[in-house]
């Protein structure tokens, strides 16, 4: 694979992909914001063939592979080039109607991959107006300096494997927006919510209470303000391990739903 030379560049590779498409299909969706410091550190890598592309980010404890195909047996032929890296693990995910994207997963585990998890994407759709009430002095939006505690959080919380962990940089960029939310002790954080928002929609990535702060209602103050501080957003969504049985009630209590798309992850080992 070569290091990729500028985001512009990568787009053209995606372009070419799809304009032969004959039954077109990615998984890459990240954004500039993302793609620059990762190129800039040397961590990003693009494998082109015959009516397909491969992107690799590299991350801490693996490589993380995004496809663009022109059709299932364009994406065979490239995955069949794809080295394991030096990482000796590959990670990849797979978004869509299961009866959309199986043909998809079947690509990657014919090429060696197994499945791990998989995400429900839950949303809420809201039309009506919210009630006014006071901020919770519990909880305020997180400062610049939060970034490697908030960093540190997830980190420590979620696993690598299965959620897209942001780069500090993105962190920093979340933080300048002031889309993280925090409930503290002493200084320390004690709860989290991260939200992206563009437009009329709002996705929720990232609502945690450490382990010695639950049961004190942290999370639903921080859900409050969310959808306070997103009173002008209509959509509402989120992706919820398909196993977190505990999960699914709460987010339904808060009015998601969940809908017909699934996130399936799937890794491949030395």
Same mark, same amino acid.
């Given at each position: ?26 998984? #890459? #969706?990240?954004? /500039?914001?993302?793609?620059? &410091? ?8 693009? *494998? ?6 491969? !992107? ?12 663009? !195909? ?14 394991? &890296? ?6 990849? /995910? ?21 499945? +791990? ?13 919210? &009630?006014? !009430? ?12 939060? !970034? ?47 939200? /992206?928002?563009?437009? *009329?929609?709002?996705?929720?990535? +990232?609502?945690?209470?450490? &382990? ?13 303000? +969310? ?23 709460i987010y339904r209590w808060y009015g998601y739903q969940p809908d017909s798309t699934v ?8």
């Amino acid at each position: 694979m070569n290091p990729a030379v500028c985001v512009a560049d990568i787009r053209r590779i995606i372009g070419a992909v799809k304009t032969e498409a004959r039954d077109f299909g990615t998984n #890459f #969706f990240l954004p /500039d914001a993302v793609i620059e &410091p990762s190129i800039r550190a040397g961590h990003f890598f693009v *494998l082109e063939a015959a009516g397909a592309a491969l !992107a690799l980010l590299r991350e801490a404890r693996f490589d993380r592979v995004y496809y663009s !195909a022109a059709g299932a047996s364009c994406l065979a032929g490239c995955l069949s080039r794809l080295s394991m &890296p030096d990482s000796g693990a590959l990670v990849t /995910d797979i978004v869509g109607r299961p009866e959309d994207s199986a043909r998809w997963v079947q690509q990657f585990e014919a090429a060696g991959f197994s499945p +791990y998890t998989r995400f429900l994407r839950m949303q809420r759709i809201f039309s009506g107006t919210l &009630p006014q !009430a006071g901020l919770d002095p519990e909880v305020e939006v997180a400062q610049a300096s939060d !970034a490697q505690p908030v960093l540190d959080a997830i980190a420590e919380n979620f696993d690598p494997y299965a959620e897209h962990f942001p780069a500090i940089e993105e962190i920093r960029q979340a933080l300048s927006l002031g889309t993280i939310l925090l409930a503290r002790d002493a200084g320390r954080v004690a709860a989290m919510l991260y939200y /992206d928002r563009s437009g *009329l929609t709002s996705m929720l990535r +990232y609502w945690l209470v450490l &382990p010695a702060y639950r049961r004190h209602g942290l999370g639903d103050k921080l859900m409050r303000r +969310y959808f306070q501080d997103c009173a002008g957003c209509r959509r509402f969504i989120l992706w919820v391990q398909e196993t977190n049985q505990r999960a699914v009630p709460i987010y339904r209590w808060y009015g998601y739903q969940p809908d017909s798309t699934v996130d399936t992850i799937l890794i491949k080992r030395r």
